[in-house]
């Protein structure tokens, strides 16, 4: 476990540097999909990289993500995490959804598309 919880506010500061810059170009390519709640509280991610990785973790009330796992079997937060996180920063800082609750509601709605390729091992 990392000593210091993971927010949306901190992680740019509190990830290693490799996987946040991996992370920006996998992000900036587009490349972070599927983003849904997948029961409250808990929330999964595809990154479609040269092998698609999914992503998943736990918010709380106070803004920690935690039970972080990502398929790539790298050490979390991996660039695929940090991926969905510069994702959904950028998506809370957009004009049409301003704060976490809203972001649920718009990804509650969207059509499932998830499909789980690499299953834990
Ligand atoms: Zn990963």
């Known amino acids: 476990m ?3 919880p993971i927010t949306l506010g901190n992680f740019r ?4 540097e490799q996987p946040l810059e991996r992370g920006w170009y996998y992000f900036q390519s587009n490349w972070v999909k599927s983003f849904r709640e997948v029961m409250p509280g808990f929330f999964e991610a595809v990154v479609e990289e040269v092998n698609p990785q999914a992503v998943s973790f ?3 009330e106070q803004d920690i993500f ?3 796992f990502c398929t790539c ?3 979390v937060p991996c660039k695929h995490m940090a991926a969905v996180l ?6 809370t800082n957009r004009g049409d959804v301003k704060n976490w609750d809203e972001l649920e509601e718009k990804y509650k709605r969207k059509p499932f598309e998830f499909q789980k390729k690499n299953k834990a091992g």
């Open 2 to 4: 990392r000593p210091v």
């Open 66 to 68: 935690a039970d972080i």
């Open 86 to 91: 510069f994702y959904l920063e950028a998506e």
């Open 58 to 60: 736990s918010r709380d």
């Open 13 to 16: 500061d509190e990830l290693d």
């Open 73 to 75: 079997g790298e050490a």
